[in-house]
C-alpha cells in the first residue's frame, strides 16, 4: 500500500480509482437494484466516491484491493439508502408498541433478509470455489444448482458412496476457517 504525503496526492489516487472502477461500481450497483434507476445509482456511486476522498486525505494511505472495498461501500451505501426510503414511506398508521419501540416495516424485513441470504450464499460459493480437490468442487457445483445426489451421480459418472462421500469432505472443508483452506489451495 501506497501512502500519499499531502492531500492533493490523495484526491489524485482517488480520482484515478474513479476512472478505472467509476463505470463497474455504478454496474455494480444497478445489479444490486430491484428496480434499475440510473440516477439513484449514480447519486450512490458519486456519495461512495465522496467517503473515499474524505477517507484517502485522512488516512493518506492506499487501498489494497480498490474494487473489492469500492463493493462494499458501495453495498452499505445502497443498503442505507433503500432502508431511508423504506423509513420515509412508511404509512402514517405504524405506532409505536407498548416498550417505545417503532414497529418495522415488513417489506425492510423482508429485503435484509433476502440481502443476509444472498451475502451468506455468497460466501459459500467463494468457500466452495476454494475446495482444493477438482472432484469434490464439481459434486458441490451441482448440489449447489439444485442436483440431487443421484443426479450428481449420474452426471459425474461416480457411484452414489463416492458422491455422499464428496458431499461429506466438502462439508468438513466449508467448516475450516478460510486461512485454513486458502493454505491447502497454495
Same mark, same amino acid.
Given at each position: 500500500? =501506497?501512502?500519499?504525503?499531502?492531500?492533493?496526492?490523495? /484526491?489524485?489516487?482517488?480520482?484515478?480509482?474513479?476512472?478505472?472502477?467509476?463505470?463497474?461500481?455504478?454496474? $455494480?450497483?444497478?445489479? #444490486?437494484? +430491484?428496480?434499475?434507476?440510473?440516477?439513484?445509482?449514480?447519486?450512490?456511486?458519486?456519495?461512495?466516491?465522496?467517503?473515499?476522498?474524505?477517507?484517502? @486525505?485522512?488516512?493518506?494511505?492506499?487501498?489494497? $484491493?480498490?474494487?473489492?472495498? #469500492?463493493? +462494499? !461501500? !458501495?453495498?452499505?451505501?445502497?443498503?442505507?439508502?433503500?432502508?431511508?426510503?423504506?423509513?420515509?414511506?412508511?404509512?402514517? /398508521?405504524?405506532?409505536?408498541? !407498548?416498550?417505545?419501540?417503532?414497529?418495522?416495516? +415488513?417489506?425492510?424485513?423482508? $429485503?435484509?433478509? =433476502? $440481502?443476509?441470504?444472498?451475502?451468506?450464499?455468497?460466501?459459500?460459493?467463494?468457500?466452495?470455489?476454494?475446495?482444493?480437490?477438482? !472432484?469434490? +468442487?464439481?459434486?458441490? /457445483?451441482?448440489?449447489?444448482?439444485?442436483?440431487?445426489?443421484?443426479?450428481?451421480?449420474?452426471?459425474?459418472?461416480?457411484?452414489?458412496?463416492?458422491?455422499?462421500?464428496?458431499?461429506? #469432505?466438502?462439508?468438513?472443508?466449508?467448516?475450516? =476457517?478460510?486461512?485454513?483452506?486458502?493454505?491447502?489451495? @497454495?
Amino acid at each position: 500500500m =501506497e501512502m500519499f504525503k499531502s492531500s492533493g496526492e490523495a /484526491d489524485h489516487y482517488t480520482e484515478e480509482i474513479f476512472k478505472h472502477y467509476g463505470q463497474r461500481l455504478k454496474h $455494480y450497483i444497478l445489479d #444490486l437494484m +430491484k428496480e434499475k434507476n440510473e440516477q439513484e445509482a449514480e447519486d450512490i456511486l458519486q456519495t461512495v466516491f465522496e467517503n473515499v476522498l474524505t477517507s484517502m @486525505r485522512s488516512k493518506r494511505q492506499s487501498l489494497q $484491493y480498490p474494487f473489492a472495498y #469500492l463493493c +462494499k !461501500a !458501495a453495498k452499505r451505501q445502497y443498503l442505507h439508502t433503500v432502508n431511508k426510503q423504506k423509513s420515509a414511506t412508511l404509512s402514517l /398508521d405504524v405506532e409505536e408498541v !407498548a416498550d417505545g419501540q417503532q414497529l418495522v416495516h +415488513k417489506e425492510v424485513l423482508d $429485503y435484509q433478509h =433476502e $440481502y443476509r441470504v444472498k451475502e451468506q450464499l455468497e460466501q459459500v460459493t467463494e468457500q466452495i470455489r476454494a475446495i482444493p480437490r477438482p !472432484a469434490v +468442487k464439481a459434486t458441490m /457445483d451441482l448440489l449447489s444448482q439444485g442436483k440431487s445426489k443421484e443426479e450428481i451421480s449420474h452426471i459425474l459418472h461416480q457411484s452414489q458412496k463416492t458422491t455422499n462421500n464428496h458431499i461429506s #469432505l466438502a462439508r468438513g472443508y466449508l467448516q475450516q =476457517e478460510p486461512s485454513k483452506l486458502e493454505g491447502e489451495n @497454495r
